[in-house]
């Protein structure tokens, strides 16, 4: 175990899978000199050389084709999106090409493709660098979705993706990076995708999250239990695919549900997770299940105003209260 | 608005029941909580409260006929309703008359728990799941949530009342809330007594209790709950049956020998377990005394489910052994044991009580040698054992010896069974319990 950043979890995970096998190389927008923005890739370069940790034009569509063509024919590629946002500018990429070629192809070939970046608020970045994306990539078939909410989870959850034969998509977040926890060392330390992770257990009102929205209701759990509410929060870790039994069986102990995320509530992922609940533990419900989400609008360059767009840690207690009749 | 009437289910296992008797006949007016049918189910006879107040509209289902449970048998509501939706499809008028919409309902003064009958009673998925597993029924909860909606916390706390089984179908019947009761039981359960005081207590009772004169040498009891009960009871049994008794005096002396060569083995056996168990084993032979009549049959029971007569401080209790015939003695022993301090201690559940096909009280203990007990209806008898002295009796040979001597004294309804097939039952206990060997 060390105490390491987020982002150095990250960067830790990329250098051991590298030099472990050499299939595995890096690119992306600023991946060389600055090791990204948040440093994620910081010296990489210096260690494998630019043939395995190089920049791309500023051109999504253009090398997350590239990224794809590469997994075809054998290589491990890391594709990193400066920011999840740009993901837009390589939409047919993503959704038509690389979630849909082994599929299209007879399963002939294998994509062991991962396309990792950050997202989110925190940083005043305004409307088009702020956004939780991962919604829309959970909606299309053929893309494994994960999002860490550690750093721990982070490194787990990326050894895993770049193991897997398929092509995975990391959410990070970028307030998240700097945040510390204990990390494995152990270079074969991963995290099954597919699981849920209880990140405190309780017995009133399961609060389903993501990302930064993990710390957010593990802090609104704390305001809970001094009003006698017990939370138990649960992070997916993966979306796609998504561990729909945990969730359900607690709720079908709680018999109540919040689901809260950074993505916009209109037809986010949450609306998924509270109807999947509601068919699956109808009977189990003592309140309908709410949905907290990012305000129908732009997010704002303002940081009081982006507070103002996106749920606060008042207003999951505040829900939580609601469903408790509290 | 007028409401449907089910075949309810009485136990897991029920899946029809049938129908003995009709307590209210069309146009009379019922009463929620009380009786308004008798009906039998594959285990036991049990008397079936009205659910609903108003006037008996309709009976769809007559005596003798067996309906599946949840099967509408009648409908009840305002005299002169229109009750032509709530017929079973099929019949003309049904298919002819469009469900008209209901009319709106006035909003119910005072108490929230109680809604008007079949206003719809709005509680959540798990409120409704927990209400059904624990045997809550919803329209007696107060909601705490938004606009009166029940939920789970409004459940929990209303089955995590503590109280007795007996309190609580008391409660029940009589209309009392018992979240308002403080229990004098053991940690604070709450008892029957408790209930009947607040009954007692309830505007009603007061106005009923105002009518009682009381002169300075006389003592009142008000006629409430259990008394009165009982009072109905065996006045109901007695202006109802044509009952009369037989008596035989037993030789006991044998069965006392058989006590005390057990109680030297360290086995615990009464006199009155020997009774019990000796007519459980006459009534399987008498089919015809283990029975039950309705207006146009009378229905013998294959099964023997014996009532125990119990004093208790509240009054009589009846507990029923199940199945005793098919006990062993220390077997029918221990339970009667455990049903008389079940009994004693207000810990008998409501199936303890139902369903008794034959009663046996005894009155040894007090001292009585012989009386005439009233039957336990809608049973055809009861013996009545007296206690056991030692007489000088003249034996077959014209000696005169010492012996042990008890009364055994059956009533029987003559309706059901003539005197000399009762006769032959009681000989048949008598023999049974004077020669012990023939249980073995």
């Known amino acids: 175990m060390s105490v390491k950043t987020y982002a150095k979890a990250v960067r830790d995970t990329i250098a051991a899978e590298m030099r472990r096998d050499d299939r595995v190389f890096l690119m992306g927008e600023d991946v060389e000199e600055i090791g990204s923005i948040f440093g994620c890739t910081a010296d990489l370069t210096k260690e494998f050389g630019r043939e395995r940790a190089f920049n791309t034009p500023i051109s999504e569509a253009g090398f997350v084709g590239a990224g794809l063509g590469a997994a075809c024919t054998g290589m491990r590629p890391i594709v990193e999106l400066l920011y999840m946002d740009f993901s837009f500018v390589a939409m047919d990429q993503l959704l038509n090409q690389v979630a849909k070629t082994r599929y299209v192809f007879g399963g002939k070939a294998k994509i062991p493709l991962v396309i990792r970046g950050q997202q989110g608020i925190g940083r005043g970045n305004a409307a088009t660098h702020s956004q939780s994306v991962e919604t829309i990539f959970m909606h299309f078939p053929g893309l494994k979705v994960a999002c860490p909410s550690t750093g721990r989870d982070a490194a787990g959850l990326l050894r895993t993706a770049i193991r897997d034969d398929n092509p995975v998509m990391i959410f990070e977040h970028k307030a998240l990076y700097p945040t510390k926890c204990d990390v494995p060392d152990d270079p074969e330390f991963m995290l099954p995708f597919g699981k849920a992770d209880i990140k405190r257990p309780g017995t009133d009102v399961t609060i389903v999250a993501n990302l930064l929205y993990v710390k957010r209701s593990l802090e609104a759990a704390e305001e809970l239990a001094k009003m006698g509410i017990s939370a138990e929060v649960i992070d997916p870790m993966t979306l796609v695919p998504l561990d729909r039994e945990t969730i359900v069986e607690s709720v079908k102990k709680t018999g109540r549900l919040v689901v809260v995320h950074e993505a916009h509530r209109t037809a986010g992922w949450g609306a998924e997770v509270a109807s999947m609940v509601t068919e699956e533990a109808f009977r189990y419900l003592d309140a309908p299940p709410l949905r907290l989400g990012t305000k129908a609008c732009p997010l704002p360059f303002n940081v009081d105003l982006e507070n103002a767009a996106t749920p606060q840690v008042s207003d999951i207690v505040e829900a939580a209260r609601k469903v408790c009749y509290r | ?352 009580m139902t369903g008794g096909t034959f009663t046996v009280t005894n009155l040894g203990m007090f001292g009585v040698d012989t009386f005439t007990p009233i039957i336990n209806a809608p049973e055809a008898g009861i013996l009545g054992v007296g206690q056991i002295r030692k007489k000088a009796v003249v034996l077959d040979d014209d000696s005169i010896a010492v012996r042990s001597m008890m009364w055994l004294s059956l009533t029987y309804d003559h309706r059901v069974i003539d005197g000399a097939p009762a006769a032959q039952f009681l000989r048949r206990v008598k023999q049974l319990i004077e020669q012990p060997a023939l249980l073995l």
């Not at chain 2, 008028?93 to 719809?120: I, T």
């Open chain 2, 1 to 352: 608005m007028a409401t449907t009437i089910i075949m309810p289910k009485q136990g897991l296992q029920m899946t029809e029941g049938l129908i003995l008797r009709w307590l209210a006949k069309e146009g009379d007016t019922i009463r929620e909580g009380q009786p308004l049918f008798e009906m039998e189910t594959d285990k036991l006879t049990i008397t079936i409260d009205a659910n609903v107040t108003g006037t008996l509209l309709k009976i769809l289902r007559g005596e003798g006929e067996l309906v599946p449970i949840t099967e509408v048998i009648a409908i009840a509501g305002e005299p002169g309703e229109d009750i032509s939706g709530l017929l079973p499809s099929g019949s003309a008028a049904a298919s002819e008359q469009p469900e008209s919409a209901p009319a709106p309902q006035p909003e119910p003064e005072g108490n929230p728990a109680k809604p008007v009958s079949g206003e719809r009673v709005f509680a959540t998925p798990r409120a409704r799941m927990h209400a059904q597993e624990r045997q809550v029924d919803l329209r007696t909860v107060a909601g705490s949530g938004p606009d009166g909606l029940i939920i789970d916390r409004d459940i929990q706390e209303k089955a995590n009342i503590r109280a007795t089984p007996l309190a609580r179908k008391e409660a029940e019947k009589a209309g009392v809330a018992l979240d308002g009761i403080a229990g004098t039981g053991s940690h604070g359960k709450i008892v029957l007594a408790d209930v009947l005081e607040k009954e007692e207590r309830r505007p009603d009772a007061a106005a009923r209790d105002a009518e009682i004169s009381e002169e300075a040498d006389e003592t009142a009891i008000p006629l409430t709950g259990m008394r009165r009960i009982i009072a109905r009871r065996m006045k109901e049994s007695l202006t109802e049956m044509a009952q009369a008794n037989h008596r035989m005096e037993a030789d006991m002396t044998e069965a006392v020998r058989l006590r005390d060569q057990l109680k030297a083995q360290g086995i615990k056996v009464s006199y009155n377990d020997i009774v019990l168990y000796c007519t459980a084993r006459a009534l399987t032979e008498y089919p015809r005394m283990n029975s039950v009549m309705t207006d146009n049959a009378i229905i013998e029971k294959r099964r023997v489910h014996l009532g125990m007569a119990v004093a208790t401080e509240d009054g009589l209790l009846v507990p029923v052994i199940r199945d005793a015939d098919r006990m062993k003695l220390q077997e029918l022993g221990g339970r009667a044991r455990e049903l008389g301090r079940l009994a004693r201690e207000g810990g008998l559940r409501p199936d303890d």
